[in-house]
């Protein structure tokens, strides 16, 4: 059985940091303010923690990306 994420079992999920934009965002790493942001994902710039960006979140699920030649062969010249 799938365990959903409704509000009455967040509980069971855990604790989930995530950078959130317009907020003071403190490192759970060095608790640190200064963070390098990219597209999915925000950097601490002083002990490299990463953590997602709230608003990058994709309620779908991952993102699978297979390449159609992962079975070639890679030659080195």
């Known amino acids: 059985m799938a365990t ?8 069971e ?5 995530v950078y959130r934009d317009h907020e003071v965002n403190h490192c759970p790493g ?4 200064h963070w ?3 597209r ?3 950097e601490c710039a002083f002990c ?18 297979q390449h159609k030649n992962r079975d070639a062969h890679a030659w080195a010249a």
Not at 4 to 11: D, E, K, M, N, Q
Not at 13 to 17: D, E, I, K, L, V
Request: hydrophobic letters at 45%.
């Open 40 to 42: 999915v994902s925000a």
């Open 36 to 38: 390098i942001i990219g």
């Open 13 to 17: 999920r855990g604790y989930y940091a």
């Open 48 to 65: 490299a923690t990463a953590l997602p960006l709230a608003e990058a979140s994709r309620p779908t699920g991952p993102v699978i990306i």
């Open 30 to 33: 060095c608790g640190r303010t």
């Open 4 to 11: 959903s994420l409704v509000p009455s079992r967040l509980f």
